[in-house]
């Protein structure tokens, strides 16, 4: 035989073998947005390298594909903004991802129209501890007494602050800032940062979403109920919301908070000093905290604190990411065994998840050394109990998020009253609400 | 001999002013996005005015690269964008010519439903079309990416107005040797209707290319994905609060083959914005 016919030989043998081996796995066809990063975290196997939600579940994965050589999770990495639209339409056109991750107010839109498969027995088959999963998270999944997600986190919104800039202030010191516990504290706060720095006390970007996130929690804090009626009618009338809000708006009409037009933008001020606090997400924790050990300077006294409970009792926004198995997807014994398998490894390494900023879902973990000794991260702990989602039955709450921010933003840069906005704001959630079938 | 510099009226001198000045605002941006494309994301977050001196890295590019799809999406993105400008020409050639020479009953009536398809958005039909191809089972195809494109309305009318203004002369004369109605159109007209073809397969390519609502609810698996939905879902960080040089690096890299298209067709490129193909 040439030598060249053997190699051609050869090289079919291989051709064929490989699919072989291929198909012997299988595969879990995982839907997820938080991002690509395979540049940086492609083949990372070890869990304390990343500090964001791409680098972590990207990590996990990898993991989870090397420890169970029998199953390969694929990735299938959608852009935050139509990702519910692609989903929507793959389980349209039947092509029904094996888990897909959802938000958990995003969970009631495909529970009611019996997309989703419950997991209670699921979760007994793999051997997951319900019992351990935080009661908020566990309340938020659970519609008519069946767990529909798995859930992966708590998401709150928080100060990150530059405890550097505030112990200048007088303001507590470097890594220990101190917070106010009422508006009027606030107030104080501002103005002696103001005039102790010359630099806003508080910066808030033109973010409809950073807006609503902020005004859900102060009205939270005040014990507010936003839907009092039915969960398609929102209530905006009462003058404890707009009371809240003006509090903002005097604080900046004398400078002492200051709106930032991108994230991009309020990173970049935050970073070099330019404010004591900025209003954000613990999604971007992890971020940040890479942006003080590597870039050090201004940003070197980095904390992030749970928003302070400025309008009465301790309370905070909050939502989480959850893992759903949509009906139709994996739809063969091996695969759904092969699902549950991977949510019960994120289940087992729900700490990892927390480096991104988030807190862990699993009740045994709030008070883990692994989680309570993370670095940056002030009051963490006492979080779980004051979280707070708007009621889980209001549907599309994603879609009149940004109507009720957009507005308030409008009134914050002088292009509205407050009254306006808050009218307008309720109107087009309520002719929204009122339209969906 | 002394050449003689002949001055420009001061009218046509404020023209090209004016003109070079728009070329510049028109370009600072896109020279930015070059410029932000070769920093380190973490050091434009801290100064973005870091784009103005050294260093300079390759480092987003080659994170890109890594990108495993990446060429799997520029292959796709070729194929359909190539074929279906070559099949808007084809069919719009077709149709163009038989609404401008053949006539058949009901033709204006027909040509008055083609263009009616001028006035209807892309995302009015866009979910009876995805039911369609989701009950033939066709997503996640080459043929859902392509054939939805291929319906285009404005390439009929373009077609049909070019070759309604070449003189019926030219083919009469055709006529009289016995050439065949495919021959007169093949060797005789559609050569002289070069140029609305080079316009119509530029808009098609361009279109083409952009095209991003579509392949991102039929080509739900990454391996089907094209550039502008790929590329897309890497965005690393739900804020865009860093990332901006990879962010750069990817708009660079999609935006390139239009680049080179426009350098080899810049004369058809030209026309074609100037409207002068169907003249």
Same mark, same amino acid.
């Given at each position: 035989?040439?030598?060249?016919?053997?190699?051609?030989?050869?090289?079919?043998?291989?051709?064929?073998?490989?699919?072989?081996?291929?198909?012997?796995?299988?595969?879990?066809?995982?839907?997820?947005?938080?991002?690509?990063?395979?540049?940086?975290?492609?083949?990372?196997?070890?869990?304390?390298?990343?500090?964001?939600?791409?680098?972590?579940?990207?990590?996990?994965?990898?993991?989870?594909?090397?420890?169970?050589?029998?199953?390969?999770?694929?990735?299938?990495?959608?852009?935050?903004?139509?990702?519910?639209?692609?989903?929507?339409?793959?389980?349209?056109?039947?092509?029904?991802?094996?888990?897909?991750?959802?938000?958990? $107010?995003?969970?009631?839109?495909?529970?009611?129209?019996?997309?989703?498969?419950?997991?209670?027995?699921?979760?007994?088959?793999?051997?997951?501890?319900?019992?351990?999963?935080?009661?908020?998270?566990?309340?938020?999944?659970?519609?008519?007494?069946?767990?529909?997600?798995?859930?992966?986190?708590?998401?709150?919104?928080?100060?990150?602050?530059?405890?550097?800039?505030?112990?200048?202030?007088?303001?507590?010191?470097?890594?220990?800032?101190?917070?106010?516990?009422?508006?009027?504290?606030?107030?104080?706060?501002?103005?002696?940062?103001?005039?102790?720095?010359?630099?806003?006390?508080?910066?808030?970007?033109?973010?409809?979403?950073?807006?609503?996130?902020?005004?859900?929690?102060?009205?939270?804090?005040?014990?507010?109920?936003?839907?009092?009626?039915?969960?398609?009618?929102?209530?905006?009338?009462?003058?404890?919301?707009?009371?809240?809000?003006?509090?903002?708006?005097?604080?900046?009409?004398?400078?002492?908070?200051?709106?930032?037009?991108?994230?991009?933008?309020?990173?970049?001020?935050?970073?070099?000093?330019?404010?004591?606090?900025?209003?954000?997400?613990?999604?971007?924790?992890?971020?940040?905290?890479?942006?003080?050990?590597?870039?050090?300077?201004?940003?070197?006294?980095?904390?992030?604190?749970?928003?302070?409970?400025?309008?009465?009792?301790?309370?905070?926004?909050?939502?989480?990411?959850?893992?759903?198995?949509?009906?139709?997807?994996?739809?063969?014994?091996?695969?759904?065994?092969?699902?549950?398998?991977?949510?019960?490894?994120?289940?087992?390494?729900?700490?990892?998840?927390?480096?991104?900023?988030?807190?862990?879902?699993?009740?045994?973990?709030?008070?883990?050394?692994?989680?309570?000794?993370?670095?940056?991260?002030?009051?963490?702990?006492?979080?779980?109990?004051?979280?707070?989602?708007?009621?889980?039955?209001?549907?599309?709450?994603?879609?009149?998020?940004?109507?009720?921010?957009?507005?308030?933003?409008?009134?914050?840069?002088?292009?509205?009253?407050? $009254?306006?906005?808050?009218?307008?704001?309720?109107?087009?959630?309520?002719?929204?609400?009122?339209?969906?079938? | 001999?002394?050449?003689?510099?002949?001055?420009?009226?001061?009218?046509?001198?404020?023209?090209?002013?004016?003109?070079?000045?728009?070329?510049?605002?028109?370009?600072?941006?896109?020279?930015?996005?070059?410029?932000?494309?070769?920093?380190?994301?973490?050091?434009?977050?801290?100064?973005?005015?870091?784009?103005?001196?050294?260093?300079?890295?390759?480092?987003?590019?080659?994170?890109?690269?890594?990108?495993? =799809?990446?060429?799997?999406?520029?292959?796709?993105?070729?194929?359909?964008?190539?074929?279906?400008?070559?099949?808007?020409?084809?069919?719009?050639?077709?149709?163009?010519?038989?609404?401008?020479?053949?006539?058949?009953?009901?033709?204006?009536?027909?040509?008055?439903?083609?263009?009616?398809?001028?006035?209807?958005?892309?995302?009015?039909?866009?979910?009876?079309?995805?039911?369609?191809?989701?009950?033939?089972?066709?997503?996640?195809?080459?043929?859902?990416?392509?054939?939805?494109?291929?319906?285009?309305?404005?390439?009929?009318?373009?077609?049909?107005?070019?070759?309604?203004?070449?003189?019926?002369?030219?083919?009469?004369?055709?006529?009289?040797?016995?050439?065949?109605?495919?021959?007169?159109?093949?060797?005789?007209?559609?050569?002289?209707?070069?140029?609305?073809?080079?316009?119509?397969?530029?808009?098609?390519?361009?279109?083409?290319? =952009?095209?991003?609502?579509?392949?991102?609810?039929?080509?739900?698996?990454?391996?089907?994905?094209?550039?502008?939905?790929?590329?897309?879902?890497?965005?690393?960080?739900?804020?865009?609060?860093?990332?901006?040089?990879?962010?750069?690096?990817?708009?660079?890299?999609?935006?390139?083959?239009?680049?080179?298209?426009?350098?080899?067709?810049?004369?058809?490129?030209?026309?074609?914005?100037?409207?002068?193909?169907?003249?």
């Amino acid at each position: 035989m040439k030598l060249t016919t053997f190699v051609a030989l050869g090289a079919l043998a291989l051709g064929l073998a490989v699919p072989t081996m291929a198909q012997a796995q299988t595969e879990v066809r995982f839907a997820r947005f938080f991002g690509a990063c395979e540049a940086d975290f492609g083949t990372n196997t070890d869990p304390g390298t990343p500090s964001n939600e791409c680098g972590v579940i990207t990590t996990l994965t990898n993991i989870f594909n090397a420890e169970n050589p029998d199953v390969r999770v694929v990735p299938e990495i959608v852009e935050w903004g139509p990702y519910y639209e692609q989903l929507a339409g793959r389980i349209a056109s039947g092509d029904v991802p094996d888990i897909s991750v959802m938000h958990g $107010d995003m969970l009631i839109n495909f529970v009611k129209r019996d997309m989703i498969t419950p997991l209670d027995e699921a979760f007994t088959e793999a051997g997951i501890d319900v019992e351990d999963i935080a009661p908020g998270p566990r309340e938020n999944v659970t519609i008519d007494s069946q767990i529909y997600a798995l859930p992966q986190d708590f998401v709150t919104w928080l100060w990150h602050t530059n405890s550097g800039t505030m112990a200048e202030a007088g303001l507590g010191e470097v890594g220990a800032p101190v917070y106010p516990t009422s508006i009027e504290e606030m107030m104080e706060h501002a103005r002696q940062f103001k005039q102790a720095t010359g630099l806003p006390y508080l910066a808030l970007t033109l973010d409809s979403n950073a807006m609503s996130r902020t005004l859900y929690t102060m009205l939270m804090q005040a014990n507010y109920n936003l839907f009092p009626e039915s969960t398609n009618q929102i209530d905006l009338h009462s003058p404890g919301a707009k009371e809240a809000f003006e509090a903002l708006k005097q604080m900046k009409d004398e400078g002492l908070l200051v709106l930032i037009p991108d994230w991009a933008s309020a990173f970049t001020g935050f970073s070099n000093g330019e404010y004591g606090n900025l209003i954000g997400g613990t999604w971007q924790i992890g971020d940040m905290v890479r942006l003080s050990e590597q870039t050090g300077g201004a940003l070197e006294g980095y904390v992030a604190h749970v928003f302070p409970a400025i309008n009465g009792e301790p309370a905070v926004w909050s939502s989480s990411h959850s893992w759903v198995m949509l009906k139709g997807g994996a739809a063969t014994p091996e695969k759904r065994e092969a699902a549950l398998r991977f949510l019960r490894f994120l289940f087992e390494n729900n700490i990892h998840w927390a480096r991104a900023g988030h807190l862990p879902m699993r009740t045994s973990l709030m008070s883990d050394p692994a989680f309570t000794e993370m670095p940056y991260r002030i009051g963490f702990a006492e979080i779980p109990p004051i979280a707070e989602h708007l009621p889980k039955d209001v549907p599309q709450q994603r879609i009149i998020q940004p109507f009720i921010g957009e507005e308030l933003l409008a009134a914050l840069q002088d292009q509205k009253s407050t $009254d306006e906005a808050f009218a307008a704001a309720e109107e087009r959630v309520n002719t929204y609400l009122s339209r969906l079938r | 001999m002394a050449s003689k510099t002949i001055a420009r009226p001061m009218s046509e001198q404020i023209l090209v002013a004016s003109v070079v000045i728009l070329a510049i605002a028109w370009m600072v941006p896109l020279v930015w996005i070059v410029g932000l494309s070769f920093k380190n994301s973490l050091e434009l977050v801290v100064d973005p005015n870091a784009v103005f001196r050294f260093p300079y890295t390759l480092e987003n590019y080659a994170d890109l690269m890594v990108t495993s =799809n990446l060429g799997v999406w520029l292959r796709n993105t070729l194929i359909v964008t190539v074929t279906q400008t070559v099949l808007v020409v084809a069919i719009s050639c077709l149709a163009g010519y038989g609404f401008a020479r053949i006539d058949f009953p009901g033709r204006n009536l027909v040509f008055i439903l083609v263009l009616m398809g001028l006035a209807i958005p892309q995302h009015a039909v866009i979910v009876p079309l995805h039911k369609m191809f989701n009950d033939w089972q066709m997503h996640n195809t080459f043929q859902a990416l392509i054939l939805p494109g291929l319906a285009g309305p404005f390439g009929v009318f373009l077609m049909t107005a070019y070759f309604r203004a070449i003189p019926l002369e030219i083919e009469e004369a055709a006529k009289l040797d016995n050439a065949s109605r495919f021959r007169i159109f093949w060797e005789i007209t559609l050569p002289l209707a070069v140029p609305a073809m080079a316009t119509l397969a530029i808009f098609t390519f361009l279109h083409s290319w =952009n095209d991003y609502l579509w392949p991102l609810i039929s080509a739900t698996r990454p391996e089907m994905y094209t550039l502008t939905v790929g590329l897309a879902a890497t965005q690393t960080n739900i804020d865009q609060s860093e990332g901006l040089g990879y962010l750069m690096a990817q708009a660079v890299f999609a935006g390139l083959p239009m680049l080179i298209l426009y350098i080899f067709f810049q004369k058809y490129v030209v026309r074609a914005v100037a409207g002068a193909a169907i003249r």
